[in-house]
């Protein structure tokens, strides 16, 4: 219990302290943001803080916060450590930067942020890469609350059945504009997310449960390392490539600069609790990791899910729970889509008030998650994890040229070229291990990740060194 409240009271204090340099290095002002300056009454619309902030928070969450999380904690208390610094010093730098700079680039989507401060061949690729993560991840967050859902309902109404109706959903959202449909109801669905967390906890410490403490002894039943492995399954609670296409999407909503840090950089932070509860929960009910491992096995991520839930919650609370399960992989889903959409967009320069353009780039797009719905999830969510977090390795060398090309400061710029050092040893180690990437030793994986990492911090170095600050 101490190791948890601890971790939440970092959290905190970083959000306050960390969060604020970060904010004076960025130095966010008063001109109007594109919201103010060109309203669209689709994609660009003026909302309220709170409003921007409960949409941020659903729609970065997903069932990331909650089963990377539940597969995190196998690695034992550990993983209280990267949750925590992984988000002050990583994720939630990463999404603050990549919602300002968009802000101050009128919206722009990720892909062209990088292609701005890593040049036209990065954006090439980002565009491709981004899309492509877009589709798995709008894939994954259809798949799994669709499994869900089937356990509650009628037999006749399967998981195919849910996975359409789902997909028809998606269509709706991705079109309409975003103060309809996930501008009224995610403030609400937000709160259901967060109502649930603080559920779970008190639950557990009603029912005597023992929250894990902190050691750093690995207690993975498999044997498998927590480098890179920890890194790479525990994602949205960390840091989560997919946020920097989402943040963009908010840049557009946002009516001050100066809100940024409550939007982006506090989101985060918001769910790094969520992921922490989760982690100590899964633990804590199955009495150690192995007893967890052995009912992800038998059961999925869902089943585990419902099965901590119900049990700690009740038939009433373990419904409230299971809603915010549902709707949270959904919220993401919808707007994984919709980003894709803004995407493909922006590479293309389509106008997106136009409802038949805007409808010729999502029918595409929702039929290419269709297609992969039908693959099995854990093969998806395996790639999705590797490619998530490459995308946020590759976003924070972008806004660590942007920091070196615009900062008051030299060493600012480390606050994003730090974490993408360690993403990029991370992304690098893990693809060479994976079992889907090459299955290498760590006896070659290992140094070679070591050198990729050093070697893109030199490049950086190189391309960075005595530049001067120009004001944006």
Not at 194 to 210: D, N, Q
Not at 236 to 246: K, L, R
Not at 285 to 310: H, K, M, N, P, R
Request: with cysteine; aromatic share 12%; proline share 5%.
């Amino acid at each position: 219990m101490i190791t948890l409240i601890c971790a939440v009271l970092l959290l905190a204090a970083g959000y306050f302290l960390y969060g604020k340099l970060v904010e004076r290095v960025f130095r966010p002002d008063d001109r109007p943001t594109p919201a103010a300056a060109h309203p669209d009454g689709v994609d660009y619309i003026p909302m309220k803080t709170w409003r921007v902030f409960l949409i941020q928070l659903l729609n970065i969450a997903g069932t990331g916060p909650i089963f990377g999380a539940l597969l995190g904690a196998v690695f034992g208390p550990v993983v209280f450590l990267w949750i925590v610094f992984g988000s002050i010093l990583g994720g939630a730098v990463h999404d603050y930067m990549s919602g300002m700079i968009s802000l101050r680039m009128d919206g722009a989507s990720v892909s062209e942020i990088v292609g701005a401060y890593l040049g036209p061949a990065a954006k090439q690729v980002m565009r491709i890469f981004s899309l492509v993560l877009l589709v798995l991840l709008g894939a994954v967050f259809t798949t799994s609350p669709a499994a869900l859902i089937a356990r509650l309902t009628p037999s006749w109404m399967n998981t195919t059945f849910w996975l359409v109706v789902i997909l028809i959903y998606y269509v709706l959202a991705t079109l309409l504009p975003i103060d309809k449909l996930i501008g009224k109801l995610y403030p609400v669905f937000g709160t259901v997310l967060l109502l649930m967390a603080v559920g779970i906890i008190v639950g557990l410490v009603a029912g005597g449960y023992h929250l894990p403490e902190l050691t750093l002894v690995n207690q993975n039943p498999t044997g498998r390392p927590v480098w890179p492995f920890m890194f790479i399954t525990v994602a949205c609670g960390a840091i989560s490539g997919f946020h920097g296409t989402q943040s963009p999407m908010m840049a557009r909503c946002l009516t001050s600069e100066k809100d940024g840090r409550k939007i982006f950089y506090g989101a985060m932070i918001a769910e790094s609790v969520i992921a922490l509860v989760w982690a100590a929960a899964g633990v804590a009910f199955y009495d150690a990791t192995g007893g967890l491992q052995a009912a992800l096995t038998e059961l999925g991520q869902s089943g585990v899910v419902y099965e901590i839930s119900v049990s700690l919650l009740g038939t009433f609370g373990g419904a409230l729970a299971i809603v915010g399960v549902v709707v949270c992989p959904i919220s993401s889903g919808d707007t994984a889509f919709r980003s894709a959409r803004l995407t493909i967009a922006d590479w293309f320069h389509i106008d997106q008030s136009s409802l038949p353009k805007r409808l010729a780039v999502t029918l595409p797009l929702l039929a290419a998650g269709a297609v992969l719905t039908q693959v099995d999830f854990d093969v998806v969510w395996r790639y999705f994890s590797w490619s998530n977090q490459t995308l946020a390795m590759i976003t924070l060398w972008a806004a660590a040229m942007y920091l070196a090309r615009h900062g008051a400061k030299r060493w600012h710029s480390l606050m994003c070229a730090l974490p993408a050092t360690f993403m990029s040893g991370v992304s690098c180690t893990y693809i060479l291990m994976a079992d889907e990437g090459f299955r290498l030793s760590s006896a070659i994986s290992y140094p070679v990740g070591i050198a990729f990492a050093a070697a893109c911090a030199a490049v950086y170095g190189y391309k960075t060194y005595g530049k001067k600050e120009v004001r944006l």
